[in-house]
């Protein structure tokens, strides 16, 4: 059991590391309660996926539900009238999507983008994802 400081703070990194979203607070605490996550530290950061949010060559990471896993697949944004590549073409655990992809992404500086679907919710232990600003 963790105290009430202890959980505060993980709350609050919680909340950091997704972005900031308004309306999760009770979500962000009680997931604070749950000593077995703990937000990465080793500063990995993602973008949140919208569509037409990311420019041909950009690489997004899917995960969705698969039974009751977690599971997700790499795609590279083509041009707008080819297909996109996906790598290597089939699911895998979540870690495995985010180790391919910044195997792919390299040196290059680019975002990597993450698309969350099925009811799927960040999960501080991935990293920092931030949410694109529009202005």
């Known amino acids: 059991m963790i105290d009430e400081e202890t959980r505060r703070t993980r709350a609050y990194r919680i909340w950091e590391s997704e972005g900031r979203p308004e309306g999760q607070d009770l979500e962000h605490w009680y997931r604070a309660g749950d000593d077995t996550v703990e937000p990465a530290e080793d500063g990995r950061e993602y973008m949140r996926y919208s569509r037409g949010a990311a420019p041909a060559g950009s690489l997004i990471i899917k995960l969705y539900r698969s039974g009751d896993q977690i599971r997700g697949y790499v ?30 992404r390299g040196n290059s500086g680019q975002p990597v983008f993450v698309e969350l679907v099925e009811d799927v919710e960040w999960d501080p232990s991935w990293g920092r994802l931030r949410c694109q600003t529009h202005g």
């Not at 655990?93 to 180790?99: G, L, Q, S, T, Y």
Request: proline share 7%; no cysteine.
């Open 75 to 104: 795609r590279k944004v083509a041009e707008t009238d080819l297909d996109d590549t996906v790598y290597p073409g089939e699911e895998m655990e979540p870690e495995a999507a985010f180790k391919l992809a910044e195997s792919h």
